[in-house]
Structures are given as structure tokens and as C-alpha cells.
């Protein structure tokens, strides 16, 4: 499966962004979804989690109460509300693709991932 994340930008801190990732080539309702964030100079790190039919979802502590994670099965879409952002959200994302619902935050288990989307909060 081929992942296309978007929506990405500049936004001051407080505002509001939602990214999107469009998945292509696959049965996207087979697969867990995943948003992932790298900041510069440190690790990738999990965000948050959502399962084929959206009946779970985990999010980071840094994130939760402030990011939703949805996804839309019949859009082959994954979308990652974000509201109240911080100087230290400014990352760039990733989404992510994997067959199992194990081990949900650890980078290594997705199989699939897309190509990142800057995200920049301004203080």
C-alpha cells in the first residue's frame, strides 16, 4: 500500500491543523493506522493509533485531549485532527500502515509508511 500524507504547514501556537493520508494499492479497511512525528534531531515517536473500524484509538501523552485520530474506510483516508498546538508539536508526520494491532507505538512494527508532512507551530 502506497501512503500520501498532506496538510502540513505553518500555524501559530493555539491554532488548529488537520493532516490527511490517502492510502493507494491496498485494502485499506485490513490495515492499523498510525501517526508517527520527528522533530529535528530526535527520534520518530508515536502520536496516536486507530484501528480498522475506528473502535480504538491510543493517543501519546503529549498529544491526548488535543489530537484526534479518525479515519475514513470508504476514502482509504486517515486524518489527524490537531488542535491546540504547541511550539513543540513542530515536527514533521508521518502516517503509517500494519496488519496487527500489537505493540501499536513501537515505529519498527508498522510495514508501511508515508512520506511525511511539515508541521511548524510560531510561538
Known amino acids: 500500500v502506497q501512503l500520501q500524507a498532506s496538510g502540513g504547514g505553518l500555524v501559530q501556537a493555539g491554532g488548529s491543523l488537520r493532516l490527511s493520508c490517502a492510502a493507494s494499492?491496498?485494502?485499506?479497511?485490513?490495515?492499523?493506522m498510525g501517526w508517527f512525528r520527528q522533530a529535528p534531531g530526535k527520534e520518530r515517536e508515536f502520536v496516536a493509533y486507530?484501528?480498522?473500524?475506528?473502535?480504538?484509538?491510543y493517543y501519546a501523552d503529549s498529544v491526548k485531549g488535543r489530537f484526534t485520530i479518525s479515519r475514513d474506510n470508504a476514502k482509504n483516508t486517515v486524518y489527524l485532527q490537531m488542535n491546540s498546538l504547541k511550539p513543540e508539536d513542530t515536527a514533521v508526520y508521518f502516517c503509517?500502515?500494519?496488519?496487527?494491532?500489537?505493540?501499536?507505538?513501537?515505529?519498527?512494527?508498522?510495514?508501511?509508511w508515508g512520506q511525511g508532512t511539515l508541521v511548524t507551530v510560531s510561538s
Open positions: 494499492g491496498g485494502p485499506f479497511g485490513d490495515y492499523v
Open positions: 503509517a500502515a500494519k496488519y496487527t494491532s500489537r505493540v501499536v507505538a513501537r515505529t519498527g512494527s508498522y510495514h508501511y
Open positions: 486507530i484501528s480498522r473500524s475506528s473502535s480504538t484509538t
